[in-house]
C-alpha cells in the first residue's frame, strides 16, 4: 500500500485483497489504495446542490446497523480540506441512493507523492490524508461497480 487508511476513517476500514486494489489501480494508477469499510452498507447520503441539480461534495454512507458514517467532508479532508481551499456546503439539501441490497463500500485514494512534504505545511502531520481524489466502489454479486468519483485537489 502506499499509504494507510486516512486518520478519519481509522478502525472502520481493512485494506483490500491485491486483486481488488490492481483492479483499481488500473484506472486510477499506482499513487492510488484501497481499503473495505468493515460493515456493508445500505444506501449513501449526498448534499445536492438544487440550484445546479448535481450532487455535492458531501458524503456519507448508511451502514446495516442504521450508523451514519461520513466518508468524506470537503472541509475536512482530502488535500483541498486539509489546506482550507473548499467553501462550506449546506449540508440541509441531501438526497439518498439507497442500494438494491447490501453491499460493501470500498474507497479509492489516489496520491500525487507529495504528501509528506504536506503533512509538513498542513493540518495533519499524517501523509495518508492528503489524498487528491477519492472514489467510492459498491461490491456486490454483481463485482466492483465505481459509483462516486470525487476531487479533492
Known sequence: MIHSIPTYLKGL????????????????????????FNKKFKSLERTWLPEYDEYGLTVWGINVDDEKITIFNPIENGYNGLFDI?????CNSTKIVDFESEVDLILMFQYSGEEAEYAQEGKSKFAEDYFDWLAIYKQDSNGLEEIVSIECA
Open 13 to 36: 476500514m481493512t485494506e483490500v485483497d491485491s486483486k481488488i486494489l490492481a483492479e483499481i489501480q488500473s484506472n486510477y494508477g499506482e499513487n492510488s489504495t484501497a481499503f473495505k
Open 86 to 90: 473548499n467553501e462550506e456546503e449546506d
